[in-house]
């Protein structure tokens, strides 16, 4: 394999993905250092990685956001996508997935990280992207290969094939034996490995596993089936032909070993990478990209620098692109290059043009956004992929300390959301309140953080308002006068109000039944004014909802009548009206549906009846192996922090959506404390 020298496939763009803290960074700067990119390799804990180098990632150290560094391996040039494993900070990984020739998955031997591998394998595999499974902190493991392999293979919905397997020394791992290439290597710390013999026990183990290999490549190669079954050797060409096509196709995810902290099986990776992953070229057809002379490009990120303005991280499928040219994007802006800039994590270089296949961010293409497919021809090109965000989960609401900074802050907040669409900004019509949403607890305070640190904007938060409604038991007929006499024109208006209850969920109605023009019908649609205006705050200090309120009668004035005085006759009459009408109060009950693992469903269904939800049936989450999926009905109030406790039951893995259902009556003590809250807060 070494000795292979094939022509390169373009600049080649890699996602390192993988559950979160299985090593990501940490193999970033391994790769990164062997290949001579950087002078040593960085440390995530010191703070000195070129990844996560965000304030908010060396302050959390945690990727917070994705990373792209770019170096150079045997006259090939490779960008990696440093993706964040958590789930709250996934959607930097689903929106740039599609940009990528494969995706290294970093994982380790912990059955506990499972459901968070099965996740990010499902999604490549979605997705047709080849990939690589990269075993991490193979120096620490305590179990044979075989037995973790069977661990993993669950998470994979296609053959897991080892290409190395681990060699022994008592009860730690020394090397490795490359099944492909049939050598034996001795790791090297922050060293390339040391070939040895293959001899003995370590010879038997390769030859058995090197068959099983071959068996599984056998599946999808005629040839290769005969000669095994010919027990003939198969051609080692042959076999790494087979290896290649079979990952570019999708139908197995090769297995590499190593401990990337320690840089071991680092450059064995990188050849893999070289030899087997496919280029640009494979990576255009995959998305369906017609040939064509105009440069053509896939926005994958966006970044607001303190000092540079906007910056849009690309992966160039075809063409050429120079700095300066004009670019149609196609959801219909256009924008003019201000630069183009190489990547390497907070670091940027200027270039005059990019290739396809290169990696680079361009700066201020102010109408682009992430997920826009990019050309330098005269027409807008068709959109390539979309990444939707998942549906968000826990919200704050959240003000400017100060006053001033209102407008800073809904330009920060706009800002966020372009470089991260799980981000989802929401005005509360009813309180007037800015509501963030995000995917979690980590991911609202990464970007309360941003507002303070990045844009300057200092912010209080609290949690949203609950939509509580309140509604009537009792008809009531009720006359609202207003007059008043203060010289000149005076105002008069009197209506008879028939209010009663409807139904739930029916909502407001009002109709009107005046005979003899005891109110003129010009000031009908006045009258329907002042009763919407009464609605909006009832006797428990909530919007008043599912009642008729019929104009019956009234009297006016010739002189002193008006809109006003209708529109303040009919307020007054609701809110005299009201309190006479046995309010209740009515709070939002949603649809929940939970995804999780299996062995947490129990948990699940125990945290769902703490939470006053009424569990409606469970079932397997129809194509997910190992997961279920639990419905329930639950409060709007319970809801709030339902994801906080969801995460810690099933490791982080677990979600929910969730979808409004109906109001539900609120009585006795609950309700009490409810209304007394309310009435503080205000």
């Given at each position: 394999m070494g000795q292979d020298v094939r022509s390169p496939r373009g600049p080649r763009c890699i996602a390192l993905v993988g559950p979160f803290q299985s090593g990501k960074t940490t193999l970033l700067e391994a790769i990164l250092a062997r290949t001579g990119a950087i002078p040593r390799a960085g440390s995530v804990d010191a703070g000195t990685s070129v990844g996560d180098a965000t304030?908010?990632?060396?302050?959390?150290?945690?990727?917070?956001?994705?990373?792209?560094?770019?170096?150079?391996f045997m006259g090939d040039s490779y960008t990696f996508l440093d993706c964040p494993g958590s789930v709250e900070f996934a959607h930097d990984m689903r929106a740039a997935l599609p940009a990528v020739d494969a995706a290294i998955v970093v994982c380790e031997a912990d059955e506990k990280k499972l459901p968070q591998l099965q996740i990010i394998l499902r999604e490549l595999e979605e997705l047709k992207i080849p990939r690589f499974l990269f075993l991490n902190k193979i120096d620490r493991a305590n179990k044979r290969i075989r037995e973790t392999l069977a661990t993993l293979q669950p998470a994979s919905r296609v053959p897991l094939v080892l290409r190395q397997i681990p060699i022994w020394k008592g009860e730690l791992i020394e090397g490795f034996v490359d099944l492909a290439l049939e050598r034996a290597f001795v790791y090297r710390e922050h060293k390339a490995s040391e070939v040895v013999a293959l001899e003995g026990g370590d010879l038997d183990r390769e030859k058995e596993a090197r068959f099983s290999m071959l068996e599984k490549l056998a599946d999808h190669d005629d040839a290769l089936m005969e000669q095994l079954l010919e027990d003939i050797p198969p051609p080692r060409d042959a076999v790494f032909d087979d290896l290649a096509r079979e990952l570019r196709e999708g139908v197995i995810c090769p297995v590499l070993l190593g401990a990337a902290a320690r840089e071991n099986g680092v450059l064995r990776l990188m050849k893999a990478l070289r030899h087997e992953a496919p280029g640009i070229a494979e990576t255009a057809k995959r998305l369906g990209v017609s040939s064509g002379k105009d440069a053509l490009g896939f926005v994958f990120k966006t970044l607001h620098s303190q000092h540079g303005g906007k910056l849009s991280l690309t992966r160039l499928l075809a063409g050429h692109l120079d700095d300066g040219a004009t670019l149609q994007s196609a959801s219909g802006g256009t924008s003019r290059i201000s630069g183009i800039l190489a990547v390497n994590g907070a670091y940027e270089s200027k270039r005059a043009s990019a290739e396809a296949g290169d990696t680079v961010a361009l700066a201020k293409l102010d109408p682009i956004k992430t997920g826009d497919t990019v050309s330098s021809g005269k027409a807008p090109p068709?959109?390539?992929?979309?990444?939707?965000?998942?549906?968000?989960?826990?919200?704050?609401?959240?003000?400017?300390?100060d006053r001033k900074d209102d407008v800073k802050l809904g330009q920060a907040l706009m800002r966020l959301h372009e470089e991260d669409p799980s981000l989802v900004v929401v005005q509360n019509p009813q309180t007037h309140d800015t509501v963030l949403w995000g995917q979690g607890e980590m991911h609202l305070r990464v970007a309360s953080e941003r507002l303070r640190d990045r844009f300057g904007v200092k912010i209080a938060s609290h949690p949203p308002a609950i939509g509580y409604q309140e509604t009537i038991r009792k008809p009531i007929v009720q006359r609202g006068r207003h007059k008043k006499q203060s010289g000149g024109h005076g105002q008069f208006g009197d209506v008879v109000l028939d209010i009663k209850p409807l139904p739930r969920g029916e909502g407001f109605k009002f109709t009107?039944?005046?005979?003899?023009?005891?109110?003129?019908?010009?000031?009908?649609?006045?009258?329907?004014?002042?009763?919407?205006?009464?609605?909006?705050?009832?006797?428990?200090?909530?919007?008043?909802?599912?009642?008729?309120v019929t104009l019956t009668d009234g009297s006016y004035h010739s002189v002193d009548s008006s809109d006003l005085a209708f529109r303040t006759a009919a307020r007054v009459g609701l809110n005299e009206g009201l309190p006479q009408c046995q309010s209740v109060l009515l709070e939002p009950i949603h649809v929940v549906e939970i995804v999780c693992p299996t062995d947490a469903t129990a948990k699940i269904n125990a945290i769902l009846s703490a939470r006053r939800g009424q569990i409606l049936g469970f079932d397997t989450r129809d194509g997910w192996s190992g997961w279920d999926c639990v419905r329930a009905m639950m409060p709007e109030a319970e809801i709030g922090e339902l994801i906080v406790e969801l995460r810690s039951a099933t490791a982080g893995a677990g979600s929910f959506t969730r979808q409004f259902d109906h109001m539900a009556e609120v009585t006795g003590r609950a309700a009490d404390q409810i209304i007394a809250a309310h009435q503080h807060a205000a």
């Open positions: 304030p908010e990632a060396r302050h959390h150290k945690m990727s917070v956001g994705l990373t792209a560094a770019t170096t150079s068709a959109g390539l992929a979309a990444a939707e965000p998942t549906p968000p989960v826990l919200a704050i609401s959240v003000a400017a300390t009107e039944k005046v005979v003899g023009g005891a109110v003129p019908r010009n000031y009908i649609g006045a009258v329907e004014e002042g009763v919407v205006d009464g609605l909006t705050r009832g006797p428990l200090g909530f919007p008043v909802t599912d009642l008729q």
